[in-house]
């Protein structure tokens, strides 16, 4: 099951296996996804639109820190 938090009003989702971002997070959040290259840092646009960083981080905690720091700026 995904867990959220909330920073500076933006809504961070880390997902678990098997879920997805679409059925997951809402219009202007983060996700934060884990495949075999590490974690991903999603941005979820207005209209559903996904983008991410071109690489994923080595952790949870630094896929975090990195959207706390997205959010800081109102994604």
């Not at 933006?10 to 495949?35: K, Y």
């Not at 941005?43 to 959010?71: C, H, I, M, N, T």
Request: charged share 25%; hydrophobic share 45%; aromatic share 10%.
């Amino acid at each position: 099951m995904a867990t959220k938090l909330i920073h500076r009003r933006v809504p961070i989702f880390t997902l678990a296996d098997g879920e997805t971002i679409a059925a997951t997070c809402t219009a202007n959040s983060i996700a934060l996804v884990r495949d075999d290259a590490g974690w991903w840092t999603c941005f979820v646009g207005e209209d559903g639109a996904v983008e991410r960083y071109d690489e994923p981080f080595p952790s949870q905690e630094q896929a975090l820190w990195s959207a706390k720091a997205a959010a800081e700026f109102g994604i």
